[in-house]
Nanobody, 127 residues
Framework: QVQLVESGGGLVQAGDSLQLSCAASKGAFSHHAIGWFRQRTGKEREFVAAISRNTESTTYIDSVKGRFTISRDNFKETATLQMNSLNPEDTAVYYC????????????????????WGQGTQVTVSS
């Protein structure tokens, strides 16, 4: 069973950058598709970005395209979400998620397909 721990959240000003990290343990990380999700206050959790097992495929929600970059290091068993040009609408708790996936190229945006979740890390962007 994969265990995920996020880190890197914090309080920043609009226009700043943050890098979130997701450390995995107790599982075959390279066999899992990875996704980042976020939940803003009073709203449902939403998809942000996803990456395939082989790192060759990525996808993003429209509002973060060109600003956020998802990556993973299967050797180090970590995933990263680089967030640039942050704005107050990015304020949320960010979650890393993983799920076993047979296809190396598959990216998964549906949160119901993710089996393992981290505890979340708070990102707050002030204006």
């Amino acid at each position: 069973q994969v265990q995920l721990v996020e880190s890197g959240g914090g309080l920043v000003q609009a226009g700043d950058s943050l890098q979130l990290s997701c450390a995995a343990s107790k599982g075959a990380f390279s066999h899992h598709a990875i996704g980042w999700f976020r939940q803003r206050t009073g709203k449902e959790r939403e998809f942000v970005a996803a990456i395939s097992r082989n790192t060759e495929s990525t996808t993003y929600i429209d509002s973060v395209k060109g600003r956020f970059t998802i990556s993973r290091d299967n050797f180090k068993e970590t995933a990263t979400l680089q967030m640039n040009s942050l704005n107050p609408e990015d304020t949320a708790v960010y979650y890393c998620a993983a799920t076993w996936e047979a296809s190396p190229e598959m990216v998964i945006t549906d949160q119901t397909r993710y089996r393992y979740w981290g505890q979340g890390t708070q990102v707050t962007v002030s204006s």
